[in-house]
C-alpha cells in the first residue's frame, strides 16, 4: 500500500500524462463539452500552473483527474494516467483507494472544505487512517506530526480546534496537512489562495513550495491569478473554453507570451509603480461553450483575428523549445 | 503555563461553549425547561414503581372487589378502581409502559429514518426514488385501520415460537414494532432533505477526494451535521407514538390487561364515567400533559439547536 508512495518518482516517467481528456455535460440544449481534448504531464517533483477564467474548465479536469467529476458530468474522451496506473479505465469502487493515496486535492474556501463538526486533528487523523493500518493513536500521532510538518504552532492544542476557531490561513495550512497526511505523488491545489487575504497567501505559497522539498509531490496548482503562479509554477498551461492555449515554462510564458489571450490576460494586471490608469480589460465575453465559434475559441475577442482563425481551429503547436501555441498568428511569426 | 496545561484546558474550553451555548438557550425556553423537569420526574416514578408500591403497601395488580371504588386514603392515595386496584401506582405503571414505548419506538423509527433518509439523500437517483415512494407509500396508508390489522395477527401464523407468543410483554414488543414500521417517514424525509443540502458542501467532496468511501462519507461526515432535526423530530415523535398507544389501546389491540397502560385504564374507565369519573381523568390528563411536554421538549430543542446559532 505504502510502497507506490515511497518508491522513487525518478525513473518513472511523469506523475500525471493526460492525453485527449474530453469532459461533457449534458445539457437541455444539448451536450456541453467542459473540457475539449486537452493533453498535458507533469514530472515528479514538479509544479504545472493552470491559469484560465471561470468557466475555462480547469477545475473540471482537475476532478476528472480524482474521477470527481460532478454528476451529470462525465469523462467522454481520452485517458488519464498517474504513473503508469490509467485512472479513467479504473473501476469507480476502485478509485477510493488512489484518492488521498496517490493524489490528494485542496479546495480554495478552507472554512467551507473542512467539516464544521468534526475537530481539525480528526480530520488529518481520518485522511491518514483511510489509507495506513493503525490504531486510534497511531492515526493521531500522524495527524498531530502532520500538523507540526505544515508549521501550525502547539498541534496538541490545535487538534482539538474545530474549524471556525482557526483562522483562514490555519485553516488551509491544515487543509495542507490532510491533503500531506499519506504522501501522495501528487497535490492538485484548486484556487488555494484565492479566499485569504494578500500577506497569507504568501505564507501559504511559501509553505506548499517548501513542503513540495519535503515530500517531493508534483503539484498542479489551478488559478487564475498570474501572479502567484508566476511565483510557484515551474510550467504554465493557459486555459480558454476548454482548451489549451498556450504551455511553456513559467520564464517562457512571463518573457515571451505567444497567444493573444496570454498576452491580453498579462496586461489586465496591475503593476507596481504605473501610472494610475484603468486596467485593460479583455473585450468581450467568454463564448457559450453550447455553441462555440466554428474557428479558434478566441476569435471573437482576439484583436489579431482574421478570417482564416474564424474558419478553422489551430492546434497546439511548438514553437520552439517546448514553447506550446494554440494561435495561427504566432505560428505564422515563428519563434 | 507550560504547554501540557495549555493543552489540556484549550479543547475542554472550547467544548464547554458549544454545549454551554446549548443549554443557555435550552434553559431560555421556560415551557421546554418545566417539560423536561416534569418528564423526568414522571421517568423517575415510573421505574421506580415496584418501589414505591412496596412502600405504600400496595400491589397494582391485586384484585380486591371489597374495596372497590374507593375514595382517595391513606392506603390508597388517589383510591381504587373498578376492581379496587390501587389507582396511583396503576397510573405509574401505566407510565412506565407508555414512555417506554414511546421512547423505544421513537428511537427505532429514529434509526431506520436516518438510514433511509442518509442512503437516499447522498446516493440520489434511482435509490433515491426508490425509497422516497416508499416512503410517500407508507405516509399514504391508512393507519388506524393497518395498526388494527396488524395488532389483530396471530403471531404463531408468523412462525414465531410459542415461547415468544406466550411471553406476557408480547402485546408491548408488539406496539413497538407495529409503531416502528409506520412512524420512520417523518425522519426519512427531514434527513433526505438535509443530506440533500450536506452533500453538496466542499467537505464532503475534500473526504472523498482523501479516499473515503460512501458509507463512510455518510456516517461520518453527513450524519453529524443533520443530527439536530433528527433528534428534534424524534422528540416531538416520542408524543406520537404515546398517543397512538394509547389509542390502540384503547381500542383493545395494543396493551392488554392485566398489565396497565395510560390508554387500557381509559377503556376500563368509559362504562364509569358518570358514576366514577376521576377514574377516566387521571390518565387522560397524563396522556395529554405528558404528550405536551414532549412537543414543548422538542421546540425547545429546535431553538437550542439552531445551526446558524452554533457556527456563528
Not at chain 2, 46 to 74: H, K, W
Request: with cysteine; aromatic share 6%; hydrophobic share 50%.
Amino acid at each position: 500500500m505504502s510502497s507506490a508512495s515511497q518508491a522513487p518518482h525518478g525513473d518513472l516517467g511523469p506523475v500525471l500524462t493526460v492525453r485527449d481528456l474530453e469532459v461533457t455535460f449534458p445539457t437541455a440544449r444539448g451536450p456541453l463539452r467542459a473540457v475539449g481534448g486537452i493533453s498535458y504531464s507533469i514530472d515528479p517533483g514538479r509544479t504545472l500552473g493552470v491559469v484560465g477564467e471561470s468557466g475555462c474548465g480547469k477545475s473540471v479536469s482537475a476532478l476528472a483527474v480524482l474521477g470527481l467529476v460532478p454528476p451529470p458530468g462525465q469523462v467522454t474522451g481520452g485517458t488519464i494516467a498517474l504513473g503508469t496506473l490509467e485512472v479513467t479505465a479504473m473501476d469507480e469502487g476502485a478509485l477510493p483507494a488512489i484518492r488521498g493515496e496517490r493524489v490528494s486535492m485542496i479546495f480554495q474556501e478552507p472554512m467551507t472544505a473542512l467539516n464544521p463538526v468534526l475537530s481539525v486533528g480528526q480530520q488529518i487523523a481520518e485522511a491518514w487512517a483511510l489509507h495506513r493500518a493503525g490504531t486510534a493513536a497511531d492515526a493521531r500521532e500522524a495527524a498531530l506530526t502532520m500538523l507540526e510538518r505544515v508549521r501550525i504552532p502547539n498541534p496538541v492544542e490545535r487538534y482539538a480546534n474545530y474549524p471556525h476557531q482557526m483562522s483562514g490561513g490555519m485553516r488551509q495550512r491544515a487543509m495542507i496537512a490532510m491533503a500531506l497526511a499519506c504522501g501522495p505523488e501528487l497535490l492538485i491545489a484548486d484556487e488555494p489562495t484565492t479566499a485569504l487575504d494578500v500577506t497569507i497567501q504568501a505564507q501559504i505559497i511559501e509553505l506548499m513550495m517548501e513542503m513540495q522539498a519535503e515530500f517531493g509531490m508534483a503539484i498542479q496548482f489551478i488559478s487564475h491569478n498570474l501572479g502567484v503562479v508566476s511565483e510557484i509554477a515551474d510550467d504554465v498551461m493557459v486555459m480558454y473554453a476548454g482548451h489549451i492555449v498556450e504551455m511553456a515554462s513559467t520564464e517562457q510564458i512571463f518573457s515571451n507570451p505567444r497567444h493573444p489571450y496570454t498576452k491580453a490576460l498579462m496586461e489586465t494586471v496591475p503593476r507596481l509603480g504605473a501610472r494610475a490608469t484603468r486596467l485593460p480589460t479583455i473585450a468581450g465575453t467568454v463564448p457559450d461553450l453550447l455553441d462555440l465559434p466554428p474557428g479558434c475559441p478566441f476569435s471573437d475577442r482576439c484583436p489579431l483575428a482574421d478570417e482564416g482563425c474564424r474558419q478553422a481551429a489551430p492546434t497546439l503547436d511548438d514553437l520552439g523549445g517546448g514553447h506550446l501555441a494554440a494561435c495561427f498568428k504566432s505560428q505564422e511569426d515563428g519563434p | 503555563m507550560n504547554a501540557a496545561h495549555h493543552a489540556m484546558t484549550k479543547p475542554a474550553m472550547g467544548a464547554r461553549t458549544v454545549w454551554s451555548l446549548f443549554f443557555h438557550r435550552l434553559g431560555a425556553h421556560r415551557l421546554a425547561v418545566g417539560s423536561a423537569v416534569f418528564l423526568a420526574v414522571l421517568g423517575v416514578l415510573a421505574f421506580a414503581t415496584p418501589a414505591i408500591e412496596a412502600v405504600l403497601g400496595v400491589d397494582a395488580n391485586l384484585v380486591d372487589l371489597s374495596r372497590r371504588f374507593q375514595g382517595p386514603s391513606r392506603a390508597h392515595l388517589l383510591g381504587t378502581d373498578e376492581l379496587g386496584r390501587d389507582l396511583l401506582v396503576r397510573l405509574l405503571y401505566g407510565g412506565q409502559v407508555s414512555l417506554f414505548v414511546g421512547i423505544v419506538a421513537a428511537l427505532a423509527s429514529a434509526v431506520t429514518g436516518t438510514v433511509v433518509g442518509l442512503l437516499a439523500g447522498y446516493y440520489g437517483g434511482r435509490l433515491d426514488a426508490f425509497l422516497m415512494r416508499l416512503t410517500d407509500g407508507v405516509i399514504a396508508l391508512p393507519l388506524l385501520p393497518l395498526l388494527i390489522v396488524l395488532a389483530a395477527l396471530d403471531l404463531t401464523k408468523l412462525g414465531l415460537p410459542e415461547s415468544v407468543v406466550q411471553d406476557p410483554n408480547i402485546s408491548l414488543y408488539r406496539i413497538i414494532v407495529i409503531i416502528s414500521l409506520v412512524g420512520w417517514t417523518t425522519v426519512a424525509r427531514l434527513v433526505r432533505a438535509a443530506a440533500l443540502s450536506v452533500r453538496e458542501m466542499d467537505y464532503v467532496l475534500a473526504a472523498t477526494a482523501a479516499g473515503a468511501g460512501g458509507l463512510r462519507i455518510m456516517a461520518v461526515h453527513i450524519l453529524p451535521n443533520v443530527i439536530s432535526p433528527i433528534i428534534v423530530a424524534s422528540t416531538l415523535s416520542v408524543g406520537n407514538v404515546i398517543l397512538l398507544e394509547s389509542v390502540l389501546s384503547f381500542l383493545g389491540l395494543g396493551i392488554q390487561p392485566p398489565i396497565a397502560s395510560w390508554g387500557n385504564m381509559l377503556t376500563g374507565a368509559q362504562e364509569l364515567i358518570w358514576s366514577s369519573p376521576e377514574l377516566a381523568f387521571y390518565p387522560g390528563m397524563l396522556i395529554f400533559v405528558t404528550v405536551i411536554a414532549f412537543n414543548f421538549l422538542g421546540d425547545g430543542l429546535q431553538d437550542a439547536m439552531d445551526p446558524r446559532a452554533i457556527e456563528g
